[in-house]
């Protein structure tokens, strides 16, 4: 089983920057498929940015060029960092994972909500001009 633990979300301003982190705990040596989501008030929870384990990478259009996505291999800790944040990219963010992935879809990409078995709870970004 794997357990996802999302942290260090806050407030920042407009041009600032913050980096979330989500640690992944259980099962740690399979392939995972690893991604970060948001959902906003009154909206759909959408994908952010995916990484696979050889470190490529996937990205909404919305957050393309500003957002980057990593992963700690050696303490199994998955980050995004958010570069010059909009007031728009405030929401609660979830870090999510296609467990024990085959490789039957590829690489990993940023899939649909109901593609990934396994969520966090969430850490809120509030990002104000």
């Known amino acids: 089983q794997v357990h996802l633990a999302e942290s260090w979300g806050g407030s920042v301003q407009t041009g600032g920057s913050l980096r979330l982190s989500c640690v992944v705990s259980?099962?740690?040596?399979?392939?995972?498929?690893l991604a970060w989501f948001r959902q906003a008030p009154g909206k759909e929870r959408e994908g952010v940015a995916a990484?696979?384990?050889?470190?490529?990478?996937d990205f909404a259009d919305a957050v393309q060029g500003r957002f980057a996505i990593s992963k700690d291999h050696a303490n199994n800790i998955l980050y995004l960092e958010m570069n010059n944040p909009k007031p728009e990219d405030t929401a609660m963010y979830y870090c999510?994972?296609?467990?024990?992935?085959?490789?039957?879809?590829?690489?990993?990409?940023?899939?649909?909500?109901?593609?990934?078995?396994?969520w966090g709870q969430g850490t809120q970004v509030t990002v104000s001009s």
């Open positions: 990484i696979d384990n050889d470190g490529s990478t």
């Open positions: 259980g099962d740690t040596y399979s392939r995972h498929c």
């Open positions: 999510a994972a296609v467990t024990d992935y085959t490789g039957s879809w590829g690489r990993c990409r940023l899939w649909g909500n109901d593609a990934y078995n396994i």
